[in-house]
């Protein structure tokens, strides 16, 4: 009996991209071993955060993650302006939740078209895809452009974007500018409709499991720029006591953190915010949800296409519905003063909870920073769903096939950008 | 009223390799309506400008005629950066944009029935090329011809079989230098100005046509004044940058002159001053 | 004589209105993002009221006050430069047809009638010296045509000022359509053109009383006490004066950014550069704003006339003192103080010139 | 003609400057009509060892294995260009060159420092192998990169725009927020590029696109700390995107953890 020894390599598996491996042990007709190894060059951000002021956090943690910007920023805002008595305004909270929309939506929007979507119309890449499925490509770089267009408006650029700051934005659009972006998101709608029925028609693989889903909720909408940490287990927690029930360790062989929820692997991510709070959607996507026949929660990892095209309906609609009724504020800011201490802020990045906590000295200084992004979160479920899926769809297929129901696997996490692409690499050793 | 910041289009119809890196092309306006671009003089120059890539002052070098008489205009280029490496590749047949005649000439008129002197320093200097050019081409308008030419080293010398050329030709005397000369060569070594000194000037029949870096000409005038030429007689080409060539960028003032359209050929006594200031 | 003349301030809006009939687009000063800059104006109440300020070497500052002026400030970081002389533009587009022949498509976009609203006599002086240099640039001259010039005479200068020592204002002297001085209650007009008298022929005006005529008359008194004053130098010799040891000072204290010949309404610096669009066969031609204090300015290949600090305040000092003179016939240099307010280290030329000027008299 | 081949490579960094190409819209398509894109494993097409015409290189050097790789990339590339901060001068995380604490924080984050191979120093692409453009910027923009494929695909160098963001600001007729609001802005040292961005927000640039020509560092930080800044908020300000890039390095290095004992020892200037 041959047992072949499968070797895939991933580059790029992390909260900043970079290079991983995913081993595969096959003896007979057994998965024997299934290692997904990461080897992102470590970056040391916590650490040279360290003295510095904590004005300048949101321009530092930007440069994290190129692809979620906005999240980083956001989730240190909430965290450091968790350390003053003051609150921001209702047009700073307002905005921020249309700033963040502009990331969902550019983030869904690159996911479904430039990653996954060439996979399930079998292509090797978007633009080979343009091709034949022009219409499609083209509504998804448009949507992509919305998000962005909506990032811009805020900060500048769509990538590192220069607007937010402690107690606001260092800017107001005016009402002229966002007046005109409101009719452009308006008529990009109908395309989002379309690719929520588009994806919905995609014969995605049926293939249930249980997992524990992690998800911020808030009590007024759907959960995005803030709220509590709930989970499918019944514990609803604040960012200040993340810790207490989520921990990071160092796998050997990796550079990478990754967590567990009291020990136990968890999702957290387009499909767990689903899952969790489904019962915010707007009506219209309630009714979308009946119209493709999608039920809720639901178990099939490989849904999380279809959330994340639901998701880009919801953030346009939330933009739309917070800039419709725009008005140029009296300050794009509050001068906040910040106590010493420590601060907790989190927020819902497209991949999923994004954590940090800061200690600020008496300085106005940053002596510790913590920051627990969404992939490392979501690793061990990852590893967790390859051993199944791979298992239930069939260690005897070839190593192509193989390869690309890892692929399919490790993509609905939307792990980060580039290894959401062609990137297993198979090496078979037959022993 | 014409758009002076327009080009128009020209044809290469030849393209002459000179050296490594020094071509000459020839040119012709594709619009007959535009031939009046062509009433220029040496010493004036052209914007010429190659699609996709940008604009740069070149001098005219001659005019000739094609077979059915019509003109075609030269321009002698060096390849050294972006836009003059790109005109580099042009082939007979490619079309660019051409925008000129600009600036004031070599004073043509006032050299008629004189003795010229041409001095030039530096690695192809093409503005003064044209002056040389066009005295051969109207020989019995001038005396003699004095060409000076002077290179940093002797390697730089480019051309030599032009300087041959003249230096074999009638009433006309040809001397080299070189500030660092390699063995073997068979000319000055040594500064410009010192060749100067030895030239056999008639002062008050001859006319001075400058073209090099500006330290160059500035010794060579204040020589030329020591040998009693007047300084009227001097006159020198200038050069800065040049975005447009209609005196409005203003990248080309030396002090209140606007190279492009007070020059290049300027008369010395009007630099004089100005000449050698560290930054002007 | 006391010909009907004044404007109550309440009026002030038939003559936006009356602008507006004419088909102009009315352009004039806004409070934003903390400046006074001339922006399209729909009404009256966008203008600045009540709005004084504060003018220092590096420093610009509004101060709000209850007062019911609008025009009680100096000026704003661009005088009309912007809207004549283009920060950037299109000159033209080539095209490079299928058989390998290019068009040249000239790009003149063509500029709606403006009339603007506020203008400054330093900065009719400093249009006026653009004019001069841009004759026979139709970019410049096709929005220079549709302009019509409302000055309204200086009251508040700023500490930064000098027009009153360049002999440019404060009150506005030639070039305007139509000026205005403004008093506590409303405006006195004066027309400077054709098409200013017909637009005074058709306002509801009133004949000055007395003590609005006095008021005219101390208001521009005291708008001439200034500050700062064009010291004694001699133009011909700065460029001249390149050993003296101020220009050391000066490329110490200098951050070569440009912003004094950005601000400054005379300076007219601009470069060209190639932008070849994606589909191969199109290329625009454009121009933007330049500035002796770059590097491109003063480069040929292989070489910078100007690689420091040092020789680019030079160039700059000495061409708009200097050379300016002999090029247009004055100095460059209408008395605005722009570049001394808007000069992030708040160098003054003044004190460059002063110190200049002495070596004159020694 | 045959279309330029291209391939875009990524080291260390954040992903960000390669979004300059995802995010170019339907630009995209066109621009694969232009060229042939070999390498680039965001956008799905995958041979790392090509032979191309331009390669685009994001990131810095970070890990052994990385200098292995650029030295493979650069054999197999006619013109390398650099895109962003991290490519070109280090970018943000060659703040723990500054301190040369690299091994203790290993030792802090990971709980096996055994298997984490990095450089002591986090380097520019530049100091491995030869780079034939460098575009500046944290992130580089989609104007940069399509004026730099337009310039090669016409065969020539692309104009290398070194200005300052001062320049800019004024072109874009931004108010001045040093000027107006006493604000340290980076503008009067940084290179343009991003269309003076951050002064339009009406903040202070913070210097992502590194340094302009003819840096006037040292004067700068002589102003900033005239705004009462003490000398290490000046080297903070010197030293965050771009803190490798010489001229920054200089003037931020002289204040570098220098008030410690005494930390308004700057504010005399004014
Ligand atoms: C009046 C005049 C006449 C000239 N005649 C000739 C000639 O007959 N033959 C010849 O080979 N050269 C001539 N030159 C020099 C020629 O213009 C430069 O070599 C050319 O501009 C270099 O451009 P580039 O793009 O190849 O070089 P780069 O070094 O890439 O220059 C970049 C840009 O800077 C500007 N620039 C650079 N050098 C000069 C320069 N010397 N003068 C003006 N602008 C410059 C141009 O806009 C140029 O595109 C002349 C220059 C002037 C001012
Ligand atoms: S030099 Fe200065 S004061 Fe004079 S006009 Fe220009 S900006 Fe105004
Ligand atoms: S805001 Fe900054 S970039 Fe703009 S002019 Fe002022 S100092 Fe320069
Ligand atoms: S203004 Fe400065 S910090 Fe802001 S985007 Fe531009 S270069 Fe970067």
Redesign the pocket.
């Known amino acids: 009996m041959t047992s072949r020894r499968i070797r895939i390599d991933v580059p790029a598996l992390t909260r900043v991209e970079g290079e991983g491996s995913l081993r595969l042990e096959i003896k007979g007709n057994k998965l024997v071993e299934l290692g997904l190894s990461i080897f992102e060059p470590p970056r040391y951000f916590e650490k040279f955060l360290e003295g510095r002021e904590a004005r300048e956090v949101v321009d530092i943690v930007a440069r994290i993650c190129g692809i979620c910007p906005v999240a980083y920023q956001i989730s240190a805002l909430n965290a450091l302006e968790s350390l003053s008595t003051q609150a921001v305004s209702p047009w700073v909270q307002r905005m921020r939740r249309a700033f963040y929309c502009g990331e969902w939506l550019q983030s869904h929007a690159l996911h479904i078209h430039l990653l996954a979507l060439p996979d399930y119309l079998g292509f090797d890449n978007a633009i080979a895809m343009a091709e034949r499925h022009p219409e499609e490509v083209k509504r998804g770089l448009k949507l992509q452009g919305m998000g962005n267009a909506l990032i811009r408006l805020f900060g500048g650029r769509s990538v590192h974007p220069v607007g937010a700051r402690l107690g606001g934005f260092h800017h107001a659009p005016s009402a002229e500018t966002v007046a005109d972006l409101v009719e452009k998101l308006k008529g990009a709608q109908e395309d989002a409709r379309n690719l929520t029925h588009f994806c919905a028609s995609l014969p995605l693989p049926d293939d249930p499991q249980s997992f524990i889903c992690v998800a911020l909720h808030h009590p007024d909408h759907y959960a995005m720029e803030s709220g509590e940490i709930h989970t499918s287990t019944g514990l609803v927690l604040n960012a200040a006591q993340f810790e207490q029930h989520f921990h990071e360790h160092h796998k050997p062989d990796s550079t990478a953190l990754w967590s567990d929820l009291d020990g136990h692997p968890y999702l957290t991510g387009p499909l767990a915010r689903l899952n969790i709070n489904h019962a915010q959607l707007p009506d219209f996507l309630q009714a979308r949800l009946q119209e493709i026949g999608f039920q809720l929660p639901s178990s099939n990892m490989f849904h999380s296409l279809i959330a994340r095209a639901l998701e880009i309906e919801l953030a346009l609609h939330e933009a739309i519905r917070l800039l419709d009724e725009y008005a140029y504020p009296d300050a794009p800011y509050n001068s906040l003063f910040l106590e010493p201490g420590i601060g907790f802020g989190m927020s819902e990045a497209p991949r999923g909870l994004l954590w940090h906590r800061y200690a600020l000295d008496d300085q106005g200084l940053i002596q510790a920073a913590r920051i627990v992004p969404p992939t490392s979160q979501n690793q061990a479920r990852i590893e967790e769903d390859l051993h199944r899926s791979l298992s239930r769809f069939g260690l005897n297929h070839d190593e192509d096939a193989l390869r690309l129901r890892a692929e399919q696997v490790i993509r609905n996490y939307d792990p980060c950008i580039s290894c959401a692409t062609h990137f297993l690499r198979l090496e078979k050793h037959e022993t | 009223m014409s758009n002076p910041a327009l080009p128009t289009e020209a044809v290469v119809l030849n393209r002459i390799q000179e050296t490594e890196d020094i071509f000459t092309l020839q040119l012709q306006l594709t619009d007959p309506s535009q031939q009046w671009r062509l009433g220029i003089q040496p010493g004036q ?1 052209n914007m010429l400008y190659r699609y996709g890539v ?1 604009e ?4 005219f ?1 001659a005019i000739s005629e094609d077979d059915q008489g019509h003109p075609v205009l030269e ?4 390849a ?6 790109s005109l580099a590749e042009l082939l007979p047949g490619d079309r660019i944009g051409l925008r000129g005649p600009f ?1 004031q000439g070599w004073p043509l008129e006032q050299a008629e029935n004189r003795d010229l002197c041409v001095i030039t320093g530096g690695l ?1 200097c ?2 003064a090329v044209s002056i040389i050019e066009h005295a051969f081409a109207n020989r019995t308008s001038y005396g003699h011809i004095h060409i000076i030419q002077g290179v940093k080293h002797s390697a730089d010398l480019l051309w030599r079989s032009r300087y041959e050329f003249w230096a074999q030709q009638p009433n006309t005397t040809v001397l080299m230098a070189a500030d660092v000369a390699a063995p073997g060569w068979p000319w000055y070594s040594g500064r410009v100005t010192e060749l100067i000194k030895r030239l056999p000037l008639k002062p008050d029949k001859t006319l001075v046509c400058c073209c090099g870096p500006e330290p160059m000409m500035q010794a060579s005038a204040e020589q030329l004044i020591r040998q009693h030429v007047p300084a009227e007689s001097i006159w020198l080409s200038m ?5 447009c060539a209609t005196g409005h960028c203003g990248h ?1 003032q030396f002090g209140s002159d606007f ?1 492009c359209h007070d020059g ?1 050929v300027i008369p010395y006594p009007r630099l004089c001053g100005r000449l050698g200031l560290e930054g002007v | 004589m006391s010909a009907a003349d004044f404007l109550p301030r309440s009026s002030l809006s038939s003559l936006i209105d009356l602008l507006q009939q004419q088909g102009y687009r009315v352009v004039g000063p806004q409070v934003i993002d903390g400046a006074i800059l001339y922006r399209p104006l729909q009404q009256a109440d966008q203008l600045p009221a009540g709005i004084e300020q504060i003018q220092q070497p590096g420093q610009y500052r509004l101060i709000r006050t209850q007062g019911p002026r609008l025009f009680s400030w100096a000026n704003g970081p661009q005088a009309l430069k912007p809207l004549t002389f283009a920060p950037r533009e299109t000159l033209w587009r080539s095209h490079l047809q299928a058989d390998g022949s290019l068009r040249f498509e000239e790009v003149i976009e063509t500029t709606e009638p403006t009339a603007v609203l506020g203008v400054r006599g330093c900065d009719l002086a400093a249009l006026s010296l653009q004019d001069q240099h841009f004759s026979g640039d139709p970019y410049y001259q096709q929005r220079r045509d549709s302009l019509l010039l409302i000055a309204v005479d200086c009251s508040h200068p700023a500490d930064t000022c000098f027009c009153a020592s360049t002999g440019d204002g404060p009150d506005a002297r030639a070039g305007y359509d139509l000026a205005l001085v403004e008093l506590d209650d409303g405006y006195r007009i004066r027309a400077g053109s054709p098409k200013g008298q017909s637009l005074m022929d058709n306002l509801p005006l009133d004949a000055a009383t007395p003590e609005q005529q006095q008021q005219t008359d101390e208001q521009h008194q005291k708008a001439c006490q200034q500050q700062r004053h064009l010291p004694a130098f001699e133009p011909s010799r700065l460029i001249h004066q390149g050993q003296h040891p101020i220009w050391d000072s000066l490329a110490e204290a200098c951050l070569s950014c440009g912003n004094c010949t950005s601000v400054c309404p005379s300076c007219f610096c601009f470069s060209e550069s190639e932008v070849p669009e994606l589909d191969g066969t199109t290329s625009g031609h454009q121009r933007q704003w330049d500035s002796c204090f770059s590097e491109g300015h003063s ?3 292989g070489h910078r006339f100007r690689p420091d600090t040092k020789s680019r305040y030079r160039q700059w000092l000495t061409h708009k003192f200097g050379s300016w003179v002999e090029q247009y016939g004055r100095s460059g240099c209408t008395g605005c103080g722009r570049c001394i307010s808007w000069c992030p280290v708040g160098i003054d030329p003044l004190e460059a010139l002063t110190e200049l000027g002495r070596e004159d008299v020694e | 003609m045959a279309k330029p081949r291209i391939a875009v490579h990524k080291f260390s960094s954040c992903d960000g400057c390669q979004l300059a190409f995802l995010n170019l819209g339907e630009a995209l398509l066109q621009l694969n009509e232009q060229v042939e894109i070999l390498h680039f494993l965001e956008a799905g097409m995958s041979d790392v060892s090509a032979d191309v015409d331009i390669a685009f290189v994001e990131g810095s050097l970070s890990t052994p294995d990385e200098l292995e790789r650029i030295r493979q990339v650069r054999a197999n590339s006619q013109y390398l260009i650099t895109i962003g901060a991290c490519a070109t001068s280090g970018g943000l995380q060659a703040l723990r060159n500054l301190d040369g604490h690299h091994d203790e924080w290993r030792d802090a984050i990971y709980a096996q420092p055994e298997f984490i191979h990095t450089l002591k120093n986090v380097v520019p692409i530049a100091s491995e192998v030869k780079v034939d453009l460098e575009l500046w910027g944290c992130p580089v923009n989609s104007v940069q990169i399509l004026a730099a494929v337009r310039a090669l695909l016409f065969g020539v160098a692309p104009v290398d725009d070194r200005d300052r963001v001062c320049l800019e600001c004024k072109r874009q007729q931004t108010v001045c927020v040093m000027v107006t609001q006493g604000t340290p802005c980076m503008g009067p040292v940084t290179r343009t590029g991003c269309g003076a961005l951050c002064p339009r927000f009406g903040r202070d640039c913070y210097g992502c696109y590194g340094p302009s020509e003819t840096a006037q560092s040292e004067t700068l930080a002589r102003r900033f700390a005239g705004l009462s800044l003490v000398p290490d908020a000046i080297a903070r300000r010197f030293l965050l995107i771009n803190s490798q890039a010489p001229a920054f390095l200089q003037a931020g290095g002289v204040f570098y953890r220098s008030g410690a004992e005494d930390p308004r020892a700057g504010d005399q200037d004014d």
């Open positions: 120059f940008g740069i002052p070149i001098s070098k321009h002698t280029i060096r050294v950066g972006r836009v003059s490496r600036g192809g093409a503005p050069e800065r940058n040049m975005q080309c190279i290049p | 480069y040929i290949h």
